[in-house]
C-alpha cells in the first residue's frame, strides 16, 4: 500500500500522458489552394482544422472553420483567393512536440481559446508536421482515465 490519495494518483497518470498517445493524423493544404478548396478539404476529411503548409512541406499557418466562415460572408472570390491571404500564420502559431505532455496541450488550449494544435518537428528550414492534437483527442484521454486503462 502506497498511502497515496486517489487525487494523487490521479495526477500522477495525467503527468505521464504524452501528446504521442493520443495523436491524430494530421490534414494539410498547401498554402496557394483557394479557399473553396480548402472548405470542401474540411468537409471531406471531417477536420474543424487545416494545417497549411507551403512548397517545402513546412508549416506556414491554421485555417479553422471559422476563419472559412468569414471569408464566406465577405466580399472575397473564393475560388481564386489562396488560404495563406486568410490563414493564421507564421510565428503566430502555438504548436506542440510529441514528447509533450497532454495536460500541457490542454493549458494551451484553452489559453489561446482553440480547437487544435499541430504537432511539429524542428528541421533547419522549418516546421514539419507530423501529427495533430484537438479538444477530441484531449476527451479520449479523458474518458480513459476515467476507465483507468
Ligand atoms: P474556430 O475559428 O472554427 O472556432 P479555433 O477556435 O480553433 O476554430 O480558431 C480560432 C482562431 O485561432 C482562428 O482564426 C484560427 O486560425 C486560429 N488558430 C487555430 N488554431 C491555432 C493554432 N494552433 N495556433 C494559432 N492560431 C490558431
Redo the contacts with the bound molecule.
Keep these: 500500500y502506497t498511502g497515496k490519495s486517489s487525487t494523487q494518483l490521479l495526477s500522477e497518470s495525467i503527468n505521464k500522458i504524452k501528446v504521442n498517445e493520443y495523436k491524430s493524423i494530421p490534414v494539410v493544404v498547401n498554402e496557394n489552394v483557394s479557399i473553396y478548396d480548402a472548405i470542401v478539404q474540411m468537409f471531406l476529411e471531417d477536420v474543424?482544422?487545416l494545417f497549411v503548409v507551403d512548397d517545402n512541406n513546412l508549416l506556414a499557418g491554421?485555417?479553422?472553420?471559422?476563419?472559412c466562415l468569414r471569408a464566406s460572408i465577405g466580399k472575397q472570390d473564393l475560388n481564386t483567393v489562396p488560404v495563406h491571404i486568410i490563414?493564421?500564420r507564421m510565428p503566430?502559431?502555438?504548436?506542440c512536440k510529441n514528447e509533450d505532455l497532454l495536460i500541457e496541450v490542454a493549458e494551451k488550449l484553452i489559453e489561446?481559446?482553440?480547437?487544435?494544435?499541430?504537432i511539429v518537428r524542428e528541421t533547419a528550414e522549418g516546421l514539419e508536421v507530423i501529427g495533430r492534437v484537438t479538444k477530441s483527442n484531449i476527451t479520449k484521454a479523458f474518458v480513459d482515465l476515467f476507465k483507468n486503462e
Design positions: 474543424g482544422t491554421v485555417l479553422s472553420r471559422k476563419d490563414m493564421t503566430n502559431i502555438t504548436t489561446k481559446q482553440i480547437d487544435a494544435l499541430p
